[in-house]
């Protein structure tokens, strides 16, 4: 267990390296994101948008974005012919852990960058920031968990991308909700409590998605 | 082949009684009127969708414990069927909410969890067509069923409590009671019944049909290594 | 994308949507044409799959046989 | 670490690429496997380096102790292969302590270094792989399949992309390995044929 986890951040530790030199996935989900934002806000002038609409938006922002970028951490291996070298050095799951880790960091990272765009350009009035910031952390944590195992099935099919979006919303639909029925409620103002029940239904379905995800990745990455 | 004889005429039979007793025997429930009628096909329909998620997850599951390509078969026959099912539904269910609701769509809970099984089944076929290699495509394939049908309950879950129903609860209550009378119920379960075993004979001809085209592939490709 | 603007615009609607439906309106439900069209597509669903999946295993099967 | 090949068979799809092949390779010998284009050579080295399920049949590594398996036996195989390739965007440096590191070790640097002089790669560990020719990657690979001293040295079309110089590299890692463990070569090179005391000729 604790091997997979260091070798895990091996290779998570690699992917950020190799992110940093290409800037790929980083440049495809930040433009993606701020490109987004950017539209809405021109077009809206100087109208402000009522809390569950933003909140709807805030999330789907996220979820496009992820789809842009998040699938490149797998199908670069693919791609580079780099995938065999990690199958014969690396456990299946230290892989699954890398990649995770990764992609939760490139995610929470962009979520730095959505926030302050919604309270700049879009002037959304954050009602309390605690319960905020708690429903985009852990949204984010179930998004990047549910669209790194996706991932990993269409980075193996060899459909390149092309179907990451049409796999993923299915099964990151219950997370999109939640989350925007919590963004919501936070950004109108609500306790942390209030969101509790949201909060817990995260934590939970990203636990079982991830459980299941380790009990087949072996299979999905076995070619 | 007498084994289907068997099973077309029960099916015959039994369908078109239930069909009859849906229209004269069974009484009609006061708030719904004459479009109570409905409920004695358009519900079988969404079980039957639902049913077909369950086997194809299960077959699913079998076919990485033992990659026999049956398993694979069982798995694809029944999201095919569950597709043509979900959308039988959901069409259905909103002829009938135009006529009650005064509108086709609403995202009621019901009409949002048939939606969401709707896409299920549209990815999973969107994967499978993606990919060439027979075992792959099942192995990825299988694997997508069972995380959709892990997602599935947190669903079932999720979509109440942020949506209100209108959907009408004829058989089951919040209190747990029957709310049909006994005629209804009657023709009701009888329905669900025949619906079932109706499932099961189509997913029969399914797989043949799969079957079929495995044999013919294999043959080609044998024919083709020979010359 | 339109779906999920859909399922989006459900959760901000869902209150008025309420509000608005929950006084049925007096005659309701009576249309037995509904009833007509909700079987009707069924059955011709459910047979229309059923001629598909007969046609292409008797063809299969001819060319099988061959 | 012996390998005991039984019935193995593979197919993709329709198609049988491998039928029921079974051979026993003892510690410290070596096997050349031949056949022509699309006999199957380098599904049969996937197989044995465990990067393919078989369809049927068994590979196993055994020592003194029983089957080795997993995390035992990750440590103890190397491969050259044109469909394996390493980070391009990485310096050869960084990709042999990434794969040390992946294998539970700390990086030597000083082996490291050590190790490129040995392939031809002196004074170039530090440039990113997109910098390289063809030629220096195929160095590159092979400094990464020796790195962890592997039990069994697997080698797909040994000389590919080599000039004559790159050809004597391999020719002193192949004597070396045979030395020191078990080497397996898919190839069709005259030349290299005489590499192994064993055969396996794939249809």
């Not at chain 2, 209100?164 to 058989?171: A, G």
């Not at chain 4, 004597?175 to 463990?181: D, F, S, Y």
């Amino acid at each position: 267990m604790l091997s997979l986890l260091s070798k895990g951040l091996v290779v998570f530790r690699k992917d950020l390296r190799l992110e940093f030199r290409s800037l790929y996935a980083l440049n495809a989900i930040g433009l993606f994101a701020v490109t987004t934002i950017t539209a809405v806000s021109f077009s809206l002038g100087p109208v402000r948008l009522e809390p569950n609409i933003l909140a709807a938006l805030f999330w789907v922002v996220i979820f496009f974005s992820a789809m842009s970028g998040l699938a490149h951490v797998f199908i670069r291996e693919e791609e580079q012919d780099t995938g065999d070298m990690l199958r014969l050095v690396f456990p299946p799951n230290a892989v699954l852990v890398g990649k995770w880790l990764f992609n939760i960091v490139l995610l929470g990272g962009l979520c730095l960058l959505i926030i302050p765009l919604f309270v700049i350009m879009l002037g959304a009035e954050v009602g309390n920031w605690p319960a905020m910031l708690a429903m985009t952390a852990s949204g984010v944590f179930a998004m990047a968990t549910v669209s790194t195992v996706i991932a990993a099935i269409i980075a193996l099919s060899g459909s390149r991308g092309a179907l990451f979006a049409v796999m993923t919303f299915p099964v990151a639909l219950p997370v999109l909700m939640t989350a925007i029925h919590g963004t919501r409620v936070a950004l109108e103002g609500g306790q942390l409590a209030d969101c509790g029940n949201d909060l817990k239904v995260l934590f939970s379905f990203t636990i079982v998605i991830m459980t299941v995800g380790f009990l087949l990745f072996e299979t999905i990455w076995r070619k | 082949m007498r084994n289907g004889m068997w099973w077309k005429s029960f099916l015959a039979v039994w369908m078109s009684v239930v069909i009859w007793a849906a229209f004269y025997y069974a009484p009609r429930a006061k708030a719904l009127g004459e479009t109570t009628r409905v409920l004695f096909f358009h519900v079988p329909c969404a079980w039957v969708a639902t049913l077909s998620f369950i086997v194809a997850a299960i077959a699913s599951i079998l076919y990485l414990r033992n990659a026999r390509p049956q398993y694979d078969w069982v798995a694809y026959a029944s999201s095919h069927l569950g597709l043509l099912f979900t959308v039988l539904a959901s069409v259905t269910g909103a002829v009938w909410a135009n006529e009650i609701w005064g509108d086709p769509w609403n995202w009621d809970p019901r009409q949002t969890s048939i939606f969401f099984l709707m896409l299920i089944y549209a990815a999973y076929f969107a994967l499978r067509s993606g990919i060439e290699d027979p075992a792959k495509q099942a192995r990825l394939a299988a694997v997508y069923a069972i995380i959709a049908g892990v997602a599935m309950p947190f669903f079932m879950f999720i979509v109440p409590r942020i949506y209100e129903s209108l959907h009408p609860d004829p058989l089951i209550n919040e209190s747990g009671k029957v709310k049909m009378n006994g005629k209804m119920l009657q023709v009701f379960l009888s329905s669900m019944f025949g619906f079932t075993v109706l499932y099961f004979w189509m997913l029969r001809q399914k797989i043949a049909l799969l079957r079929g085209e495995f044999m013919l592939m294999k043959k080609l490709i044998q024919e083709g290594e020979a010359r | 994308m339109i779906n999920l603007a859909k399922v989006l615009d459900a959760v901000a609607q869902a209150d008025s949507a309420v509000a608005q439906m929950a006084q049925p309106e007096k005659v309701v439900g009576e249309n037995i044409f509904v009833v007509m069209a909700v079987t009707l597509l069924i059955w011709f669903g459910i047979l229309g799959y059923l001629f598909y999946v007969d046609m292409k295993l008797r063809k299969l099967n001819d060319r099988l046989a061959e | 670490m012996d390998l005991h090949v039984e019935n193995l068979t593979q197919r993709f799809g329709f198609r049988t690429v491998i039928k029921e092949t079974s051979f026993v390779l003892p510690a410290g010998q070596s096997l050349v496997i031949t056949g022509d284009n699309g006999s199957g050579k380098t599904t049969l080295v996937r197989l044995l380096c465990n990067l393919l399920t078989p369809t049927a049949g068994t590979i196993s590594y055994r020592n003194g102790k029983g089957a080795l398996e997993g995390e035992d036996l990750r440590g103890r195989i190397g491969l050259v292969g044109p469909y394996l390739q390493l980070y391009r965007d990485l310096s050869a440096i960084e990709n042999l302590a990434f794969l040390a590191r992946g294998r539970g070790e700390k990086p030597d640097a000083q082996k490291i270094r050590e190790l490129l002089e040995k392939v031809g790669l002196k004074g170039r560990g530090k440039d990113p792989l997109k910098t390289y020719s063809s030629g220096m990657l195929q160095r590159a690979k092979y400094a990464a399949a020796i790195l962890h001293n592997p039990d069994l040295l697997i080698l797909d079309e040994p000389t590919a992309n080599l000039d004559e110089a790159g050809k004597e590299m391999v020719l002193a890692v192949v004597n070396e390995q045979r030395k020191k463990g078990s080497l397996v070569v898919a190839t069709n090179e005259a030349e290299e044929r005489t590499w192994g005391e064993q055969h396996v000729v794939l249809a």
